[in-house]
């Protein structure tokens, strides 16, 4: 496929929020054309004033319209808001990629009617913006990875839904590392014992590190933990004195209760 081509594709953004805004901006920045993109969100105040202030306020849309007009449709809202929008009747052909943690293609599927669902779990929308973003995705499909070339995703396919877990943990490893020190011992076994079968989960550890800020520490944790979120679980269970290896076992229980 050429960019050009590529190019043609309506895309809807369900959900505006921080990773929504984060792809639309650098699919922007990519040159993709601004007419090209609709999206939709929950009438929040606050995801209004970031939209303008991102110039983004004239691609705002309503879901009907959105899923009628477009050819790909992203979905960046919360899991627990999902079921909320309601079933979307999609043609079957139309490719839905899914940016939300714990709901399972099999849901998606039938809540869109889709049966072109492909899953992506990329680390935190900061990432996505300065073009060093870690993801997996499953499965494999030639037009969503053009599309995570296109954002510049450093992405692997993995060949198990079940392991897109480990992929949301992977996401929130930059904030835990602000908490523990990813060169100890204990950390590095904690994570060879935590990456189990998924041998990609201590490759992928690794470039996390270099996702962890040098300054502003406490900020960028306070950001990319999403209140009652996974992340937020995993700094809860390592300030109360638990292992690494517990704490992100923490995560992946909090995760399983989202979904």
């Known amino acids: 496929m050429i960019k050009e081509d ?106 869109t009617n889709s049966e072109n669902v492909v899953r992506v779990i990329p680390t935190g929308p900061d990432t996505i913006k300065n073009s060093c973003a870690i993801a997996g995705t499953y499965p494999g499909n030639d037009v969503a990875d053009f599309l995570f070339d296109l954002l510049d995703f450093d992405y692997y396919v993995i060949d198990n839904e079940d392991k897109m877990d480990y992929m949301v943990i992977a996401g929130c490893l930059p904030a835990v590392y602000c908490r523990v020190d990813p060169h100890s011992n204990e950390s590095i076994r904690d994570i060879q014992r935590f990456a189990g079968d998924f041998d990609e989960f201590i490759e992928i550890s690794k470039k996390a590190e270099k996702l962890v800020p040098t300054d502003n520490i406490d900020e960028f944790v306070k950001q990319v933990s999403t209140p009652g979120g996974v992340t937020e679980a995993i700094i809860s269970s390592l300030d109360q004195g638990n292992s690494l290896y517990d704490s992100l076992m923490t995560g992946i229980k909090r995760n399983n209760e989202l979904s």
């Open 6 to 111: 590529f190019f043609k594709n309506k895309i809807g953004v369900i959900g505006a929020g921080n990773i929504g805004r984060s792809v639309i901006l650098k699919l922007l920045e990519k040159g993709y054309p601004y007419d090209n993109i609709q999206l939709s969100y929950n009438g929040s105040i606050f995801t209004f004033s970031a939209l303008f202030d991102d110039n983004l306020v004239d691609m705002i849309s309503d879901n009907s319209r959105l899923v009628k007009d477009s050819s790909i449709i992203l979905l960046s809202v919360p899991p627990q808001s999902f079921e909320k929008i309601g079933d979307f009747g999609l043609d079957k052909d139309t490719l839905v990629i899914s940016f939300m943690a714990g709901i399972s293609i099999d849901k998606i599927k039938k809540q």
